[in-house]
């Protein structure tokens, strides 16, 4: 069904949000949370699905050491308590291109969405790679600009948002 629409949130979780996250994750959580609970509940009252993903790494020692975040079993990976959930849709994955998870990959094929739409975090991480394996699958992809945070400087930024752009996906 080509005219079948999906909003993909992506890693809102309390790791990057709460305010006992890292200091490297310095994203505006009341302005991001707002932009996506907005367009979640816009999916919500059109009737179209919303699809919640996780970035969850194995509860190893060395990703307690090394990485520090988004680690199974922790409440810090658990999505951000403000986040609207309004679907049972939920994957997980460990790698920053939500298709490389099989679940979820299986998922969308069986949903075989024609548009895809994409917010949450982190427009040079996850959200940027997620949307580019989108589009390489020949989905219409659109990012929600308001919706989806970086941490990155506007270097690194414009150069993720040429990127998609080349690829087919849109900000809108």
């Not at 308590?81 to 460990?94: A, H, M, P, Q, R």
Request: glycine residues 8%; contains cysteine.
């Amino acid at each position: 069904m080509a005219d079948k629409k999906t909003l993909i949130v992506i890693d809102m979780q309390n790791d990057f949000l709460w305010e006992k996250r890292k200091t490297m994750f310095d994203y505006d959580t009341d302005r991001l949370t707002a932009a996506v609970n907005d367009r979640i509940h816009q999916f919500e009252q059109a009737g179209d699905d919303v699809i919640y993903i996780a970035h969850i790494l194995p509860n190893l020692p060395t990703n307690r050491l090394f990485i520090g975040f988004s680690i199974r079993g922790t409440q810090g990976a658990e999505l951000y308590g403000g986040v609207d959930i309004v679907s049972k849709l939920y994957f997980e994955k460990n790698l920053s291109n939500s298709f490389t998870a099989k679940k979820f990959r299986e998922h969308m094929a069986r949903q075989d969405y024609g548009e895809i739409y994409i917010c949450g975090l982190d427009l040079c991480g996850c959200v940027g790679k997620t949307a580019l394996g989108a589009a390489k699958l020949c989905r219409k992809v659109f990012l929600f600009e308001d919706a989806v945070g970086c941490r990155f400087d506007e270097s690194r930024k414009q150069k993720m948002k040429k990127r998609l752009a080349a690829a087919g996906a849109s900000f809108i």
